[in-house]
């Protein structure tokens, strides 16, 4: 079983950073791909970025590139999501998700492996 643990959300002024991250627990499975996610009330869940398992290949959706940094560390078998210049639209419940699939077709795939989100705000 895999299981994900996301902390560092909070509350931010627009413009400002936030670090989230992703705390990966695994006794048996691979995970070949890694990916966050996020959510607001009534909307569907939107692709944010995903990074293959050994860091070398990383995605974006087109809203976040430049100003968001997704990046693993395998010796503390943790991925980060580095967020700077927020704007009030990244607002959401940001999820972390794992498949033993590789990133092909990320965007728009149902990982296998999901954790409990942790909510991004952002003020004025």
């Known amino acids: 079983q895999v299981q994900l643990v996301e902390s560092g959300g909070g509350s931010v002024q627009a413009g400002g950073s936030l670090r989230l991250s992703c705390a990966v627990y695994?006794?048996?499975?691979?995970?070949?791909?890694m990916g966050w996610f996020r959510q607001t009330p009534g909307k569907e869940r939107e692709g944010v970025a995903a990074i293959s398992a050994g860091g070398d290949n990383t995605y974006y959706v087109d809203s976040v590139k430049g100003r968001f940094t997704i990046s693993l560390n395998n010796a503390e078998s943790t991925m980060y999501l580095q967020m700077n210049s927020l704007k009030f639209e990244d607002a959401a419940m940001y999820y972390c998700?794992?498949?033993?699939?590789?990133?092909?077709?990320?965007?728009?795939?149902?990982?296998?492996?999901w954790g409990r989100g942790t909510q991004v705000t952002v003020s004025s």
């Open positions: 695994s006794s048996t499975y691979r995970e070949n791909c």
């Open positions: 998700a794992a498949d033993w699939r590789g990133c092909g077709g990320w965007y728009s795939r149902n990982f296998t492996w």
